[in-house]
C-alpha cells in the first residue's frame, strides 16, 4: 500500500467497501489531499457506484463535489441542518432570493485547465 499514489489508495478503499455489494457506501471527505484527475477519477466512480442502486452517503466541504455527486445535500452549519434539498432547488432557491454572482461564470475553471493540460487518464506513478 506504501507504493500507491492518493488517489489509488482511495479506489482501493472504496473497492474493499464495494466487495460484499453493500446497499448503503459512506464516504468521509473522500477528494480530500488527491489531485485533480484522481479527484475527477473518483467522481466517476462514486458516479458509477451510485447508477448501479447502490445509496452513497458523502460528507465534504467541497460545495462543487456536492452540486455534482449528490442528489441530496444537508448543509450543515454548527452541528444543524441548516438546509436540505436538491443542489439545483438549492441554487435556484439563492437565486429566486436576488443572488448575483459578483464574477461571470466561464465554461471551464482551472481544474478543466490542469486535466486537458495533463491528460484525462489516470496516471500511474
Known amino acids: 500500500m506504501k507504493e500507491l499514489s492518493g488517489g ?3 479506489r482501493f478503499s ?3 467497501t ?3 455489494d453493500p446497499k448503503i457506501v459512506f464516504l468521509d471527505e473522500p477528494t480530500t489531499g488527491l489531485d485533480p ?3 475527477r477519477n473518483l467522481w466517476e466512480l462514486v458516479k458509477s457506484i451510485r447508477d448501479k442502486g447502490t ?3 458523502i460528507t465534504t466541504h467541497y ?3 456536492a452540486e455534482v455527486l449528490c442528489d441530496r445535500v444537508a448543509i450543515i452549519d454548527a452541528g444543524k ?3 436540505m434539498d436538491s443542489p439545483d432547488r438549492l441554487i435556484d432557491n439563492l437565486v429566486s432570493s436576488g443572488f448575483e454572482r459578483p464574477k461571470e461564470v466561464k465554461k471551464a475553471n ?3 485547465v490542469f486535466i486537458s493540460l495533463t491528460g484525462h487518464s489516470l496516471r500511474e506513478e
Open 8 to 10: 489509488q489508495k482511495q
Open 14 to 16: 472504496v473497492a474493499t
Open 18 to 20: 464495494l466487495i460484499n
Open 37 to 39: 484527475q484522481a479527484r
Open 55 to 57: 445509496t452513497v452517503i
Open 63 to 65: 460545495m462543487d463535489e
Open 81 to 83: 441542518i441548516i438546509a
Open 110 to 112: 482551472m481544474e478543466d
